[in-house]
């Protein structure tokens, strides 16, 4: 039953290459994505960690200067 252009097996073949090329290309693109995404969380976590530590010290260090402040007054 082969056509002209080629037979069943061929197209088959094709077909599976094809669908590999994308699998890869799918694999690659969206790893790409992943590892971003995971880059952008992590410093995002960093750097909240950062401004809560900071907040608190700075909180801790500004209510001891007010009392200091009201004491002298």
Do not use: C, P
């Not at 969380?41 to 209510?63: M, N, P, R, V």
């Amino acid at each position: 039953d082969d056509d002209v252009w080629g037979s069943e097996g061929d197209e088959t073949e094709y077909d599976r290459e094809m669908a590999d090329r994308n699998w890869n290309r799918l694999q690659d693109e969206h790893g790409v994505v992943g590892y971003k995404e995971g880059i952008s969380e992590a410093k995002e976590k960093g750097l909240q960690l950062g401004f809560d530590k900071g907040y608190a010290e700075g909180a801790e260090i500004g209510l001891a200067l007010g009392r200091l402040q009201g004491f002298v007054r």
